[in-house]
Nanobody
Framework: QVQLVESGGGSVQAGGSLRLSCAASVSIYSFACTGWFRQAPGKEREGVAVLCTADWSTYYADSVKGRFTISQDNAKRTLYLKMDSLKPEDTAMYYC?????????????????????WGQGTQVTVSS
């Protein structure tokens, strides 16, 4: 049974940084793509950052390019999202996700259903 558990969320002032972690119960090598999504109140869930290992491609939402970095540590079975220069509009529930469908990162973020496994979410609140 695959489980993903996020941690690292919290409250931070604008301009600050956070690093989200997502611990997997299985080897990250078993996933074709991993990613981070977020959902703010009243808004649809959106892809923030995705990494696919078939071609080691990455996707970043335009709103986070240059500020967020996705990475993974296979030995620790952990996915990370480093978030710098945080803005109030980054406030949302952040979810990690993983899937075994081979894809590129750009295609995977469009087909959210390719991500079979989801964490429970961790709240990020950025104050101005």
């Amino acid at each position: 049974q695959v489980q993903l558990v996020e941690s690292g969320g919290g409250s931070v002032q604008a301009g600050g940084s956070l690093r989200l972690s997502c611990a997997a119960s299985v080897s990250i090598y078993s996933f074709a793509c991993t990613g981070w999504f977020r959902q703010a109140p009243g808004k649809e869930r959106e892809g923030v950052a995705v990494l696919c290992t078939a071609d080691w491609s990455t996707y970043y939402a335009d709103s986070v390019k240059g500020r967020f970095t996705i990475s993974q540590d296979n030995a620790k079975r952990t996915l990370y999202l480093k978030m710098d220069s945080l803005k109030p509009e980054d406030t949302a529930m952040y979810y990690c996700a993983a899937g075994r469908v081979t894809s590129t990162a750009t295609m995977a973020v469009r087909r959210m259903t390719d991500f079979e496994y989801w964490g429970q979410g961790t709240q990020v609140t950025v104050s101005s």
